[in-house]
């Protein structure tokens, strides 16, 4: 049987014999509300801005150990893991990435020399693709060059495009312009 496991700050929670016993991953965050309260007035009065507020995703995470004092030494060793911001990167959907990081404190319930550990981790309200991070356009000449970059995710996105000349001869004029897809 294949045991799920996840990647964080770009270690994998193998490193750690860590097992993911169970986790939650909503199918969308939750929409942000945009409502104000008139005196007076019935009800609220929606401004509906669809903006997303941060994605909870909570693990329920298994650590077995041979002695009391192994589990604790290997629970130290996480808690440090998870005092890191990073990407998380679940081994179910290795093309998709959240920026994410634990906020709210970690209890271990301690059983023998096994442990049961609830985790949460505070995303951007949407998983990134991986390949688009890093999208890697090498050797544009002088001459014009359309670069073609779909984007297939849910929400609208935005970009950073980072230019760097490798040459001894100084950029001038670059156009770059967006055009809607069909």
């Known amino acids: 049987m294949n045991m799920k496991g996840f990647t964080y700050a770009n270690i994998h929670s193998s490193e750690y014999e860590l097992y993911v016993r169970s986790d939650n991953r909503t199918i969308t965050p939750s929409l942000r509300k945009n409502d104000f309260v008139i005196p007076g007035r019935h009800g609220t009065i929606d401004y509906g801005l669809n903006t997303y507020e941060t994605r909870l995703i909570t693990m329920e995470l298994s650590l077995v150990r041979k002695t ?30 959240y920026q994410a990081k634990v906020y709210a404190n970690i209890d271990i ?74």
């Open 68 to 97: 009391m004092l192994d589990l604790r030494v290997q629970a130290r060793d996480i808690a440090q893991w998870f005092s890191k911001s990073g990407i998380l990167v679940f081994d179910d959907e290795p093309d998709k990435a």
């Open 109 to 182: 319930e301690e059983i023998r020399a096994y442990g049961k550990a609830r985790v949460t981790f505070e995303c951007q309200p949407f998983a990134e693709s991986l390949e688009y991070r890093q999208v890697n356009i090498p050797n544009i000449t002088n001459k014009p060059r359309d670069i073609p970059l779909n984007v297939s995710g849910t929400s609208e996105t935005g970009c950073i495009i980072t230019i760097k000349n490798n040459g001894t001869t100084n950029i001038n004029n670059i156009v770059i312009t967006r055009k809607a897809g069909v």
